[in-house]
C-alpha cells in the first residue's frame, strides 16, 4: 500500500486541523491505520491508531479527547482530527498502514507539516 499524507499547515494554539491520508493498492480496509509524529531531534510517537473496524480507535494519552481517528474505507482514506491545538503537538505528522500480522507499522507516507502558533 502506498499512502500519502495532506492537510498540514499554520494553525492558532486552539485551533483545529484535519490531516487526510490517501492509500492506493488493494485492500485498504485489511490494514490497520496509523498516525504518528515527529518533532526535531526526538524519535516519531505514535498518535492514534485506527483497526480494519471503523469504530476500533486508540490514542495517545497526550491527545485522548482532542483528536479523533476515522477511515472510510469505501474511499481508501484515513483521516486526523485535531481540535483544541498545543504548541506541544507541533510536528511532521506520518500516516502508517500496518498489515493483520505485522507486529509495527511497516508502510509509511510522507510527512505533513504541523505548525502551531502561540
Known amino acids: 500500500v502506498q499512502l500519502q499524507a495532506s492537510g498540514g499547515g499554520l494553525v492558532q494554539a486552539g485551533g483545529s486541523l484535519r490531516l487526510s491520508c490517501a492509500a492506493s493498492g488493494r485492500a485498504f480496509s485489511t490494514y490497520e491505520m496509523g498516525w504518528f509524529r515527529q518533532t526535531p531531534g526526538k524519535e516519531r510517537e505514535f498518535v492514534a491508531g485506527i483497526r480494519r473496524s471503523v469504530d476500533s480507535a486508540y490514542y495517545a494519552d497526550s491527545v485522548k479527547g482532542r483528536f479523533t481517528i476515522s477511515r472510510d474505507n469505501a474511499k481508501n482514506t484515513a483521516s486526523l482530527q485535531m481540535n483544541s491545538l498545543k504548541s506541544e503537538d507541533a510536528a511532521v505528522y506520518y500516516c502508517?498502514?500496518?498489515?493483520?500480522?505485522?507486529?509495527?507499522?511497516?508502510?509509511w507516507g510522507q510527512g505533513t507539516q504541523v505548525t502551531v502558533s502561540s
Open positions: 502508517a498502514a500496518k498489515t493483520l500480522v505485522a507486529l509495527k507499522f511497516g508502510y
